[in-house]
């Protein structure tokens, strides 16, 4: 607030606009950003839903065609002896002997090929005991179509029957290259054939190390096939199909794999078990939508995947699907373990790898729907929605979602032309208050500039303004207020001459000087100074037969003579009393010849009174009495003050005034001695002085003067006043 009082208010004017415009550009502003912040959150939110619900349907479509294409193929007669006659034939394979050679051939498969590329995707060092097949069977089998398979890795399945001559081959040569086809047209990763009572694999078209080997006590018997074996043999009623959730599975090198399995019925006997290796990428190929997610309508951040009851993934995550590079180096930002991250390289999928500990992924799992803002597994702030999938025997969420920057790039986009728009806004109210307070301020600029050459003393100031506005009103009232300044100034300066003039007649110049000053007390002490004391005779008898006015005009056309003598000769008027004028030389400028100056100065009086007179036909007389030494002199009274002057030399001449003949100079001896080479002295009689006796006069030009009092004063009675 005190920056603010040190403003103009030009300044506070365009503040005051800049900040009204800008508060309601900014409210505004705020108010639609944040309505089209809620109007987008809901249309992603539910185009996010809508996704979701899409894929989610697809993914329970899908389970349901594979429980009942499960069941149909556990119906098929085809399939039904084809259980038979593996079954049979594999139990006769028990009696072949396996000779040495090809158990080396076996062990140098698993020693050179399955256990260094399993190595890669599990903790610890595989050892080849634990994973060798045991019974005569299994290692027949993974002799003749395994280890000594031409096929690479991953290519075994295209041997259709072994040069070995056994009716298992036959068998194989027959039924295989159907199963296979079957497995490519329905997009799954196997198909196995399993013993419902000892547990062994009869048949598998993708001829993995599982091949041949028993569930319930080989080295599979922990893996989530025999658990789905396990399941069908507690259901075994026709047409129940059972689903296990992904697993890591060794055989396929510790992919994670899930399985779906039914009973084979011959008639009302169960003769074996139907499993199926889940296609991880045709669940992949839906959520991803055949990796083309912008045809989705999830943009370039958006995806959908499912999540397990241990918040693990279930699917395969976009990003890794797009960029696992930069992928990779999100999750060594976010610190995740570096032999985690090495199995999602190695194994190219974050199922079961990437935790999904986020709050959609909860709410999923525990089987509740909706939509929120909330952070995803890489951290990121994003748009979900959720819901839980009802597929039997797995308890899956699947989340839709997208990152919260892209989600919202519409309205930072409208953000920025907001921003825009109201810098440009803020420019054009700028413009606008310059111009505006310019205009407003103008004419408090005009009275302000007309108020400073008024304090400047120019009272010819006038402002000029049009309209009928107030300032209109303010200018006409400071002219007139200038007007009366005027009249009074110069009332006040009349009167201050006036004064000037009076005060003058009452004080000396020096005297003045010091009281502006306001020095007080003033007095002065001269050691030096001439006193001349004149006495006016002659006004009595002229004012008898002439008005007050007459005499006073009279009187102050003498005294005016007084004054302009006594200036000549530097000589000050002192007191103006009745008929008595007194002057004073060297009080207050010390002069060394003042003695000298007051008597030229009452020579020269002399000299004029008889001019006066005869101008005025009038008899009037002098009687000067002069003196010279210490004298004092100040200013006395505070409510009447008057300049007043004493001292002994003021004394003497006081009487030696009465002492004087009519128009003659009366002096002391210390006048005389400082003048009487330059005027002619007489001897005057003593006069005694109070405190002081008597003392010698002298008497100037006094034979000259009393011819010419003889001829002006014919016939008067100078006794009679």
Not at 142 to 164: M, R, S, T, W
Not at 248 to 257: D, L, Q, V
Not at 368 to 376: K, L, P, V, Y
Request: aromatic content about 8%; proline content about 4%; hydrophobic content about 40%.
């Amino acid at each position: 607030m005190l920056g603010l009082n040190r403003l103009s208010i030009k300044s506070k004017l365009q503040i005051m606009l800049l900040v009204a415009s800008l508060g309601s550009i900014l409210v505004v502003g705020y108010l639609s950003w944040s309505r089209a912040r809620a109007t987008l959150s809901d249309r992603i939110f539910s185009q996010l839903t809508s996704v979701r619900a899409s894929k989610a349907y697809q993914i329970e479509s899908y389970f349901r065609h594979l429980r009942n294409h499960l069941e149909t193929l556990c119906e098929d007669r085809m399939m039904v002896s084809a259980m038979l006659e593996f079954e049979q034939t594999f139990a006769r394979l028990e009696e072949q002997p396996v000779p040495p050679r090809r158990d080396n051939a076996i062990a140098r498969y698993y020693t050179q090929t399955f256990l260094p590329r399993l190595a890669k995707n599990i903790e610890g060092t595989p050892t080849l005991d634990t994973y060798l097949p045991r019974s005569a069977a299994a290692r027949y089998l993974q002799f003749h179509y395994i280890a000594n398979n031409p096929a690479p890795v991953g290519e075994k399945d295209n041997l259709n029957k072994a040069k070995d001559g056994s009716e298992y081959s036959e068998i194989h040569a027959r039924y295989h290259p159907l199963f296979r086809n079957l497995i490519e047209q329905f997009g799954y990763y196997d198909l196995f054939l399993i013993n419902s009572e000892t547990g062994e694999i009869a048949y598998s078209v993708y001829k993995e190390t599982d091949y041949g080997t028993s569930l319930d006590k080989g080295p599979y018997r922990n893996s989530n096939l025999a658990k789905v074996v396990q399941k069908v043999r507690e259901n075994p009623d026709r047409g129940a199909i059972q689903i296990v959730d992904f697993d890591f599975y060794r055989p396929s090198y510790n992919a994670p794999t899930a399985f779906i399995a039914g009973p084979i019925y011959d008639g009302t006997q169960m003769v074996g078990i139907l499993a199926v290796q889940l296609p991880v990428d045709e669940i992949n190929n839906v959520l991803t939508g055949n990796r083309n997610w912008k045809r989705d309508g999830l943009g370039n951040t958006g995806e959908v995947y499912l999540v397990g009851a241990d918040l693990l993934m279930r699917s395969a995550a976009r990003p890794l699907l797009e960029n696992s590079e930069r992928y990779v180096q999100k999750l060594e930002q976010d610190r995740v373990a570096p032999e985690k991250i090495g199995r999602i390289e190695q194994l190219k999928t974050s199922i079961l790898l990437q935790e999904v500990d986020t709050d959609p992924a909860k709410e999923a799992i525990a089987r509740q729907m909706g939509t929120q803002r909330a952070q995803d597994y890489l951290g990121i702030s994003t748009l979900s929605s959720f819901a839980p999938l009802d597929i039997p025997g797995v308890n899956w969420g699947i989340v839709a979602q997208m990152n919260l920057s892209e989600a919202y790039q519409p309205v930072n986009a409208l953000q920025f032309q907001l921003l825009a728009s109201t810098v440009i806004l803020v420019l054009l109210v700028l413009l606008y208050a310059a111009i505006a307070s310019y205009r407003f301020v103008k004419p408090i600029d005009a009275l302000i500039a007309a108020s400073r050459r008024v304090e400047r003393g120019d009272l010819e100031t006038e402002v000029v303004s049009k309209g009928t506005d107030e300032f209109n009103e303010l200018a006409q009232i400071l002219n007139r207020i200038v007007r009366q300044f005027r009249d009074r100034t110069a009332e006040i300066a009349q009167k201050r001459e006036e004064n000037e003039v009076l005060l003058r007649n009452i004080l000396p110049d020096s005297a003045i000087a010091r009281l502006r000053k306001g020095e007080t007390p003033v007095a002065d002490r001269a050691q030096s100074a001439a006193i001349a004391a004149i006495g006016i005779r002659g006004l009595t008898q002229y004012a008898r037969n002439r008005s007050v006015e007459e005499a006073a005009s009279l009187l102050n056309e003498w005294v005016d003579i007084l004054d302009e003598t006594a200036s000549k000769y530097g000589v000050e008027r002192l007191i103006l009393s009745s008929d008595r004028y007194i002057a004073c030389c060297g009080l207050t400028e010390p002069r060394l010849d003042c003695a000298m100056r007051m008597v030229d100065f009452a020579l020269d009086a002399l000299k004029r009174l008889q001019n006066f007179n005869l101008e005025y036909d009038v008899r009037l007389s002098l009687r000067i009495g002069i003196d010279v030494g210490s004298v004092m002199a100040g200013i006395v009274g505070r409510q009447k003050f008057r300049y007043a002057v004493w001292g002994e030399t003021v004394d003497i001449a006081h009487q030696l005034e009465p002492k004087a003949e009519p128009n003659t100079i009366l002096v002391t001896q210390e006048v005389r001695d400082r003048i009487q080479d330059l005027h002619p002295l007489e001897s005057g009689v003593a006069i005694a002085i109070e405190n002081r006796g008597k003392i010698p006069t002298w008497v100037l030009g006094k034979t000259g003067m009393q011819n010419l009092i003889s001829e002006l004063t014919l016939g008067l009675d100078f006794d009679e006043e």
